[in-house]
């Protein structure tokens, strides 16, 4: 149950004119304050940023940018959309920000159309690798109305950069296709992204480099990991990953006629109406991050990744590359038994609290339904206030949850010590009241 009063009063006010939406929305409070959230791409935001999201703002329209909007009475959002673009770019150090996507998708569909002409040619790499699906799938705009090249992997155990970015590669596949645009930044990448060394290829063949660091976007402005400005001509991101805010995208650049055509191809060219009460909730979320708590909060995403995957090691598992730089894993689960599959591993351990994802693995023989991996990720419960010692439970919980084959009685022995764990760090907006 939630102890935070403004929470509280807020479910109370939904359940005296709503009770039908109200309890779903209280069984959804309860389910993430009671489970481990390992999905990579998912944290818990602040009191402040959940409510700045249920705020007036939401009431406006304000079509257009600060200072030119179709609509009257925009006075305070124009402020509030002002606040949001100088805190972004005083994060990530740059000088243009566009704060309006809906989505990290939109985010990308606005620099592809800034960058690129229908029909044109990009590098990227390729989902089943960790890329993203706005990345140039078929069945995205991306691999609709663009022609993705892609870029792989280092593929042969042996090689000591086994499973990580093959430069080299990447340039000889760039200088073949000579792509207008080059992508780097993934979905479930474990190891530093080298941007200098992308924007030299970019160079190379007159490209442009596109960083879409949606995942490591709240490392990147703490320097946790290495920033992309002033390599990229164009940076994308969420910033609902690690960033720590709403659910919402942003795209910044230094270059004063890319920002204009970036500011187009979003609004009229892909959104109408910007979401402003989420723009209102990323003013505040910058805000946060922006504060020294957020770098030490970063570090220590970084450190319970590690450890939760030295710990998996350490009971048998393979994590692809030999580890994790940032804040996630790939744990291929057929090195502790080969029969084991992603898709059992999510039920089961589901089953038992624990909320992950079954992903597929470099090379994966499996089909993306099955897959032999689990992708992990440590934002949501660093922000708990978990440290080293839990990620050490959790990797504990894990192998006996798998090691039983999803066992009934084994998973709910496991949901309730869970709970129990939970309970001990609980979720922000259930922590406020002390
Ligand atoms: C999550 C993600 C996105 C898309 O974000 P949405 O907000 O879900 O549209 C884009 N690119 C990458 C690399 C991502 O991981």
Known sequence: MSHDPITD????????????????????????????????????VSPAVQHAMGSCLTNKYAEGYPGARYYGGCEFHDQIERLAQDRAKELFGCQYANVQPHS??????????????????????????????????????????????????????????????????????????????????????????????????????????????????????TDVH?????????VTTTTHKTLRGPRGGLVMTNDEELSKKINRSLFPGVQGG???????????????????????????????????????????????????DNHLMLVDLTARDENLTGADAEAWLEASGIITNKNGIPDDPRPPRVTSGLRLGSPATTTRGMGEAEMVKIADWIDRVLDDGGDEATCSIVRGEVAALCAEFPMPSVAMAG
């Open 9 to 44: 009063s807020i479910l109370d006010l939904i359940r005296s004119q709503d009770p039908e939406a109200a309890e779903i929305i209280a069984a959804e409070q309860d389910r993430q304050h009671s489970t481990i959230e390992l999905i990579a791409s998912e944290n818990h």
């Open 104 to 221: 990290g998708a939109q985010a990308n569909m606005a620099a592809f159309m800034s960058i690129m002409n229908p029909g044109d040619t990009f590098a990227s790499l390729v989902l089943k690798d960790g890329g993203h699906l706005s990345h140039g799938m078929k069945i995205n705009f991306s691999g609709r109305f663009y022609t993705p090249v892609h870029y792989p992997l280092h593929y042969e155990k042996s090689h000591p950069e086994f499973e990580q970015i093959d430069y080299d590669a990447v340039r000889d596949v760039c200088l073949e296709h000579k792509p207008k645009a080059i992508l780097c930044g993934y979905s479930a990448y474990p190891r530093v992204i080298d941007f200098a060394r992308f924007r030299a290829i970019a160079d190379e063949i007159g490209a442009y480099l596109l960083a879409d660091i949606a995942h490591i976007a709240g490392l990147c402005a």
């Open 226 to 234: 290495p920033n992309p400005f002033p390599h990229a001509h164009v």
């Open 274 to 324: 910007p979401l402003m009460h989420v723009v209102g909730a990323k003013a505040v979320a910058f805000g946060e991050a922006l504060k020294p708590e957020f770098r030490t909060y970063c570090e220590q995403v970084v450190t319970n990744a590690r450890a939760l995957a030295s710990a998996l090691t350490e009971r048998g598992y393979r994590i692809t590359s030999g580890g994790t």
